[in-house]
């Protein structure tokens, strides 16, 4: 999956919004998807107790992602788009990453070590994208997991998890070895991300190596 190069397709949905928040700060709108993503990883956390809760996680992921979006439509039809702006969207970005993340990561759905690796994996991708502006590269959002990936993955994986629950296959059996469908989910960030990384690593050495 490689949406992110697929978002003028969602302005169906954001430009309508965006035009009635045009006099909305947009940081206010950041904030906000900042505080959902929290939630979201919240719920996923308990969701392993109480499972109604990852229907709740689900939605609560993809509005997250929808404010996300949105806080940069506001900005440029406001014309009040800014380097600052700019910044304060890609730190609440990886926020963001942890907790939705994160909340599975230390669930029961999860084992620890390899929420750990799907944690670097993810982060890895975005720094990645943005190092490779800051060293004068331009920035990239190339790749097998970029967020808008993560963000529709987060959202449909509870849902299939709480499908599976309710057909009775909560995990996958492998041997000895037991694996729910969010621990899938985290397999894929853990080994695509880190993909990821690397592809967006050696795409900036090569732009580099076009500027000597």
Same mark, same amino acid.
């Given at each position: 999956?490689?949406?992110?190069?697929?978002?003028?397709?969602?302005?169906?949905?954001?430009?309508?919004?965006?035009?009635?928040?045009?006099?909305?700060?947009?940081?206010?709108?950041?904030?906000?998807?900042?505080?959902?993503?929290?939630?979201?990883?919240?719920?996923?956390?308990?969701?392993? !107790?109480?499972?109604?809760?990852?229907?709740?996680?689900?939605?609560?992921?993809?509005?997250?992602?929808?404010?996300?979006?949105?806080?940069?439509?506001?900005?440029?039809?406001?014309?009040?788009?800014?380097?600052?702006?700019?910044?304060?969207?890609?730190?609440?970005?990886?926020?963001?990453?942890?907790?939705?993340?994160?909340?599975?990561?230390?669930?029961?759905?999860?084992?620890?070590?390899?929420?750990?690796?799907?944690?670097?994996?993810?982060?890895?991708?975005?720094?990645?994208?943005?190092?490779?502006?800051?060293?004068?590269?331009?920035?990239?959002?190339?790749?097998?997991?970029?967020?808008?990936?993560?963000?529709?993955?987060?959202?449909?994986?509870?849902?299939?998890?709480?499908?599976?629950?309710?057909?009775?296959?909560?995990?996958? !059996?492998?041997?000895?070895?037991?694996?729910?469908?969010?621990?899938?989910?985290?397999?894929?960030?853990?080994?695509?991300?880190?993909?990821?990384?690397?592809?967006?690593?050696?795409?900036?050495?090569?732009?580099?190596?076009?500027? !000597?």
């Amino acid at each position: 999956m490689v949406l992110d190069g697929q978002r003028g397709r969602a302005d169906f949905a954001l430009v309508p919004v965006a035009k009635r928040l045009i006099n909305v700060n947009p940081n206010i709108i950041s904030w906000v998807g900042l505080i959902l993503a929290f939630l979201s990883g919240l719920l996923l956390y308990l969701s392993f !107790e109480y499972h109604y809760l990852l229907l709740a996680g689900a939605a609560m992921v993809l509005l997250s992602g929808y404010f996300d979006a949105l806080d940069g439509k506001v900005a440029k039809l406001a014309g009040k788009a800014s380097a600052k702006g700019d910044y304060l969207d890609h730190v609440f970005d990886r926020y963001a990453d942890i907790f939705m993340i994160g909340g599975v990561a230390v669930s029961g759905w999860c084992d620890p070590y390899l929420g750990m690796l799907a944690l670097v994996g993810v982060l890895l991708t975005s720094y990645m994208g943005t190092q490779a502006q800051a060293v004068g590269a331009p920035r990239l959002y190339a790749g097998l997991l970029g967020r808008a990936d993560r963000v529709v993955l987060s959202t449909l994986f509870p849902l299939l998890q709480f499908i599976m629950i309710l057909l009775g296959y909560s995990f996958i !059996e492998i041997g000895d070895y037991q694996i729910s469908w969010l621990g899938i989910m985290m397999i894929w960030f853990a080994v695509v991300g880190n993909i990821t990384a690397v592809q967006r690593a050696i795409v900036t050495w090569k732009n580099l190596s076009k500027k !000597e």
